[in-house]
């Protein structure tokens, strides 16, 4: 995973010393907890990458917490710590920090600096399937780039986290509830605002939708794009 993040940190910087206009597609998923974004990220790659003729074009890739950890190396720290600090949000971010791992001195500005700085170089050669890790609101606007949302009722992610993780009711709701506090923690972070469910191009219904149609629909949106 470590050589896989490096050749695309390496192939961005020589997309972007080139300047080469031509726009590299990108697929970001973001999600609320419980949602299957992980298996529907790896059959969409599987997907793309069978489709005919695909075979000759560069092949797709997709990223998760390699991106986590490529900040965590340029700030030198832990890579759970960064995860802590990015979910901590804007407030007391930095008191946190402080007290919490390190006498040195981080600013939430670097940790959110370091993050949009990792996650566009990756992004500059294209091919990728980005899943979470604030994908949607840095790359927002970007040409090439479709951003999709996966969502479901709280009862649906309750079961689902209740059966992976063998916790009761109250339990997966609490994970639920926090997790999704921190996520949008971390958009407001990045954008200096609230989450905009606006800045998605389709979300999907996972409690409705099976993991097989969601992928189909996001294909059949590529494809309407020219993305393949």
Request: hydrophobic share 45%; aromatic share 6%; charged share 25%.
């Amino acid at each position: 995973m470590n050589n896989l993040l490096l050749y695309y940190i390496e192939r961005g910087k020589a997309e972007e010393q080139k300047k080469d206009p031509v726009i590299k597609p990108i697929v970001t998923i973001s999600r609320e907890f419980g949602c299957p974004s992980k298996l529907i990220a790896q059959m969409l790659t599987d997907a793309i990458n069978k489709k005919p003729g695909e075979g000759s074009h560069q092949k797709w890739k997709f990223i998760n917490k390699e991106v986590l950890e490529s900040a965590a190396k340029e700030l030198q720290l832990n890579p759970a710590d960064v995860k802590y600090l990015l979910a901590a949000g804007e407030k007391g971010l930095l008191e946190d920090f402080l007290v919490s791992f390190s006498p040195s001195y981080v600013s939430n500005l670097k940790v959110k600096h370091t993050l949009i700085k990792v996650v566009t170089t990756i992004a500059q050669g294209g091919h990728l399937v980005l899943v979470g890790r604030g994908g949607a609101a840095i790359l927002q606007g970007k040409p090439g780039a479709l951003h999709v949302r996966l969502q479901a009722p709280l009862n649906w992610r309750m079961e689902a986290i209740i059966s992976a993780r063998n916790v009761n009711a109250e339990e997966a709701r609490k994970i639920i509830e926090t997790t999704d506090k921190k996520r949008a923690a971390l958009y407001e972070l990045i954008l200096g605002k609230k989450l905009d469910p606006y800045m998605f191009d389709a979300e999907f219904n996972c409690a409705t939708l099976s993991v097989k149609q969601i992928v189909h629909g996001i294909l059949a949106m590529m494809e309407a794009r020219e993305m393949l």
